[in-house]
């Protein structure tokens, strides 16, 4: 149990354009998810968190207008890169937890490549 | 911020020795947890960690959170080149996100 998808699981794109990325809970509901992002050679910073239903709360440093994050759903949330540059490239994955458990389950994240 | 010093980041040893891997900080976790990575794949949880003191054996690992629950150490026993990959540990405090080591990226050589 406790599976985690992401889409797609690359995309590259032009600057300048906006890329969207799923992440969905399979089997099991969840109330908070996560969003990170990984450079190469790096561990995983995270992003961003959101609660189903509510606006997503962001780590310091994180533009929120630049990565939009919506989480209408117990078994989805998404994250926009709003007008996406070359530094945007990286690893983006997202983790879900709910229940009665914090544990996280991470993705298989999204590799963005921007041109 | 809370930070989490995982050592060492690279570590390269012949197939059959042992290791161990640490995770620190000055802060005390509601729960540690220790990931493995492959490259291009989102990192799969091996254990968790709540309770100071605890010990968690996993085939040849062995997960050890420190009693005061500021540090925990991943030791492998015999190490096998299938064991070769990413080693992140990460630190909970309640419901919020992650906070990540850097990584050990471990090499076992036949």
């Known amino acids: 149990g406790a599976v985690v998808s992401q889409h797609p699981s690359r995309v590259i794109c032009k600057s300048g354009t906006s890329v969207k990325i799923e992440c969905r809970s399979l089997?099991?509901?969840?109330?908070?998810m996560f969003w990170y992002r990984q450079f190469p050679k790096q561990s995983l910073m995270l992003m961003a968190t959101s609660n189903e239903g509510s606006k997503a709360t962001y780590e310091q440093g994180v533009e929120k207008d630049k990565f939009l994050i919506n989480h209408a759903s117990l078994t989805l949330s998404t994250l926009t890169v709003t007008s996406a540059h070359p530094e945007d490239s990286s690893f983006y994955i997202c983790?879900?937890?709910?229940?009665?458990?914090?544990?996280?389950?991470f993705g298989p994240g999204t590799r963005l490549t921007v041109l | 911020t809370q930070l989490l010093e995982q050592s060492p980041q690279f570590l390269s040893i012949q197939e059959g020795e042992n290791l161990t891997v640490y995770c620190n900080s000055s802060s005390v976790f509601s729960s540690l947890q220790w990931y493995r990575q492959e490259p291009g794949e989102g990192p799969v949880l091996l254990v968790t960690?709540?309770?100071?003191?605890e010990v968690k054996k996993l085939k040849r690992l062995t997960f050890q959170f420190g009693d005061a629950r500021k540090d925990s150490s991943l030791h492998i026993t015999a190490a096998q080149p299938g064991d070769t990959g990413l080693y992140l540990c990460?630190?909970?405090?309640?419901?919020?996100?992650?906070?990540f080591g850097k990584g050990t990226h471990l090499i076992i050589q036949p």
């Open positions: 983790s879900a937890s709910g229940g009665a458990s914090d544990t996280q389950y």
């Open positions: 960690v709540v309770t100071g003191g």
């Open positions: 990460a630190g909970a405090w309640g419901a919020d996100g992650l906070t």
């Open positions: 089997d099991f509901q969840a109330t908070t």
